[in-house]
């Protein structure tokens, strides 16, 4: 069984600063099966309309949807046989990637990573923790810029995973001194989660 779940979202590649900060944390992590997913390298298909069909199951999918509910159900487990999941998060225009909402809307799925209840939606997958490295270009924490902290608390709850830890770097677009301090502040939070 997988451990430790890690999505990579950003599109820069070897100038992604998230993808650095995810690539230093799984180097700390004294665990075999290490599940890395980058969804910019291998981009998900966007939801639609015959895409939610899908997801809903049944005798009448096309190949084309009963293809996307593998893949969804791929994912799924993923999720389920992880116990951590580490979730680059940067801001592009002040929410996460399309890559990232590609994967949490194939992920959110009613009677399989949540259900509803007479007192509202309950989340499947409990007995995880997440950790949400998010870097942005500016600063943003603790403002009301800052959708994506909300954004990702609520998401991560709704599934079940309420032990959420955020990592941020922020000003990476800024003065190189503010950017390396944040990078720093960064890689010692996850050197301290990676031992915890």
């Known amino acids: 069984m997988s451990k430790t779940l890690i999505l990579k979202s950003s599109i820069l590649g070897d100038y992604s600063a998230s993808g650095m900060l995810t690539d230093y944390f799984a180097a700390r992590l004294d665990e075999p099966g290490i599940k ?16 939610a069909m899908a997801l809903r199951g049944g005798e009448h999918l096309n190949e084309q949807q009963q ?28 929410h996460v990637p399309v890559q990232l909402k590609a994967w949490i809307d194939l992920v959110c799925r009613a009677g399989v990573t949540f259900r509803y209840t007479d007192k509202g939606a309950q989340g499947l997958l409990e007995n995880k923790t997440a950790i949400v490295i998010t870097t942005r270009g500016g600063l943003h924490k603790d403002t009301a810029h800052d959708m994506i902290t909300p954004y990702m608390r609520t998401i991560l709850g709704f599934l079940g995973i309420t032990e959420v830890e955020f990592v941020y770097a922020e000003a990476m677009g800024m003065a190189e001194e503010l950017r390396e301090q944040q990078l720093d502040d960064a890689k010692k939070q996850l050197t301290r989660l990676a031992r915890g």
């Open 36 to 51: 890395i997913r980058d969804l910019a390298d291998v981009p998900l298909p966007m939801l639609d309309g015959d895409g």
């Open 67 to 94: 293809a996307l509910l593998a893949l969804s159900d791929e994912l799924v487990n993923e999720l389920k046989e992880a116990e951590r999941i580490v979730i680059a998060a940067p801001m592009y225009n002040f």
